[in-house]
């Protein structure tokens, strides 16, 4: 059974950092493309960001030079460091992959407000 559970969201200030984790469980996360997502209220939910099994990232225009994810096979984590937060980052993140049918994790609130 696949899981992923993802944790580290919480309020920051604008130009603040956070980093939110994804651990990945019942399948073999290794070789699997993984994705970070978010849904702002009232908009579809987006792709923010996501690295391949050899390791190699594709971001949305938006962060581009403010988001990075990495991942740890090791620790079947897959991460989205965060830095230079603005207000219109606030959302839901998401992680996610696919494992013969679309996965998600639970979401963590990301708000960034002063």
């Known amino acids: 059974q696949v899981q992923l559970v993802e944790s580290g969201g919480g309020l920051v200030q604008p130009g603040g950092s956070l980093r939110l984790s994804c651990v990945a469980s019942g399948y073999i996360f290794r070789i699997n493309v993984m994705d970070w997502y978010r849904q702002a209220p009232g908009k579809q939910r987006e792709l923010v960001a996501s690295?391949?099994?050899?390791?190699?990232?594709n971001y949305t225009d938006s962060v581009k030079g403010r988001f990075t994810i990495f991942r740890d096979n090791a620790k079947n984590t897959v991460y989205l460091q965060m830095n230079t937060l603005k207000p219109e980052d606030t959302a839901v993140y998401y992680c996610?992959?696919?494992?013969?049918?679309?996965?998600w994790g639970q979401g963590t609130q990301v708000t960034v407000s002063s």
């Open positions: 996610g992959t696919f494992w013969g049918i679309r996965y």
């Open positions: 690295i391949t099994s050899g390791g190699s990232t």
